[in-house]
């Protein structure tokens, strides 16, 4: 089926649910924002998949050094690989470092039958449309 404008915001499938390992490695996908297409990634914390854009509140640099690594060796928060900003997980909020008080832009995650998805709204829309 073409993809017509109603499925213009349809849910984005990221990954299965069983990759996503609380406090392990993420997966990254792309978003587009005002035109530009920016990498964004998925986490498990607490059981909960949350999603952000994959850019430091610091400086716009992607937060993994290694790729899929957004959480510190404790597994507790997001920490930038650039200069160590971290966040909490749950909200995106920068608890430590740099930026601290400012925020990853978060984005909405749902996850139902076994897989994990992206729902795209503005201004994050899917990279295609
Ligand atoms: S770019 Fe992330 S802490 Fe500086």
């Given at each position: 089926m073409p993809d017509g404008m109603g499925d213009f915001f349809a849910p984005r499938r990221l990954?299965?649910?069983?990759a996503l390992a609380?406090?392990?490695a993420g997966v990254r996908f792309a978003v587009s924002l005002n035109g530009r297409e920016v990498g964004a990634f998925v986490v498990r914390y607490d059981?909960?998949?949350h999603?952000?854009?994959n850019q430091c509140a610091h400086v716009p640099m992607e937060l993994d050094w290694q790729e899929g690594q957004f959480f510190d060796s404790a597994g507790l928060y997001l920490?930038?690989?650039t200069h160590g900003a971290t966040y909490a997980p749950d909200t995106g909020l920068c608890v430590g470092g740099p930026c601290r008080g400012a925020a990853l832009a978060k984005l909405r995650?749902?996850?139902?039958?076994?897989a994990v998805y992206w729902l795209p709204e503005?201004?994050?829309l899917p990279?295609?449309?």
């Open positions: 990954c299965d649910t069983a609380d406090g392990g059981g909960v998949a999603g952000y854009l920490m930038c690989a995650i749902e996850e139902r039958e076994g503005a201004p994050f990279p295609d449309a």
